[in-house]
């Protein structure tokens, strides 16, 4: 009973298997040519098992894998896979100038010999002013002719007083209208003497001078003499004598 149990599940097993078969092959009968094989062979068996459709490793041929190719094993979470979607193009710029490395000179050695410029000496177009002056003074003796006065016998009477500030004023105001004005110190009249008809006046006069700009007896003398009708006029229209015109220096005193 036991050996007809296991026969009869045996048939009822092939049966299944036989229906699947065919199912198969009526399902892929328009894309498969079928290969008859001896009823009751291991080959009949293996064929309608579908032995004919798996690989080696019993896995089923005909199904595809549509994964990308990898060449290592790796995790779920590690996509290395190429996928066209999801890449990435990484670009790197560089730069087209390269970094100048610093050029070494060897330094110069400062010459030894130091430049001499010369220097052209200045021309002084005028002599130095000289700071040293001289106080120069001269005494000088006028003739006035025909105007002798027994009156100018008397240093202190008016008519002498009046004569000398009369000779006072006209040779100043004469020296001052020359070219010695800016030499003129002082004046002094000496005396009021009579001389026959004739009257002598003698005044001190002194002068401010330098060593390039002095006054002489000639300079002094010829500035009377040019001068001579001014002088006359101002001593209320008289007549010198001009040819007896005295001029002597007394001395000259050094001063800083």
């Known amino acids: 009973m036991l050996i007809l149990l296991n026969i009869e599940t045996f048939s009822k097993i092939n049966t299944f298997i036989l229906n699947l078969t065919t199912l198969r092959d009526s399902f ?3 894309s498969t040519e079928r290969v008859a094989y001896e009823v009751g062979s291991g080959a009949e068996f293996m064929e309608r098992a579908g032995w004919s459709s798996r690989s080696p490793y019993g896995k089923n041929a005909q199904e595809r894998n549509d994964s990308q190719i990898s060449f290592y094993k790796y995790r779920s979470d590690d996509d290395l896979s190429y996928n066209p979607n999801n890449s990435s193009v990484a670009v790197v710029t ?3 100038t390269m970094p100048q490395l610093p050029v070494w000179t060897q330094p110069q050695p400062y010459p030894t010999t130091s430049r001499i410029t010369t220097l052209q000496p200045t021309r002084q177009t005028q002599p130095p002013t000289s700071t040293s002056t001289r106080l120069q003074q001269f005494m000088c003796q006028l003739y006035i002719r025909e105007q002798a006065n027994p009156s100018y016998n008397n240093t202190s009477s008016y008519e002498y ?4 500030q009369l000779a006072y004023n006209a040779i100043r105001q004469m020296l001052l209208s020359t070219s ?5 110190q002082s004046l002094n009249i000496l005396s009021l003497a ?3 008809n004739d009257l002598i006046i003698s005044a001190a006069l002194a002068f401010q001078s330098t060593a390039d700009n002095s006054v002489t007896v000639g300079m002094l003398r010829s500035i009377f003499q040019s001068n001579t009708a001014m002088l006359e006029n101002l001593l ?6 001009i040819d007896r015109l005295y001029i002597q220096s007394e001395y000259s005193r050094t001063s800083r």
């Not at 007083?161 to 000398?164: F, G, M």
């Not at 209320?236 to 004598?241: L, M, R, S, W, Y």
Request: net charge negative; glycine share 4%; aromatic share 8%.
């Open 94 to 96: 560089f730069s087209s």
């Open 180 to 184: 010695l004005n800016r030499n003129f």
């Open 161 to 164: 007083q009046q004569a000398s």
């Open 194 to 196: 009579n001389s026959g």
């Open 28 to 30: 892929e009968s328009n």
């Open 236 to 241: 209320n229209h008289v007549q010198i004598d």
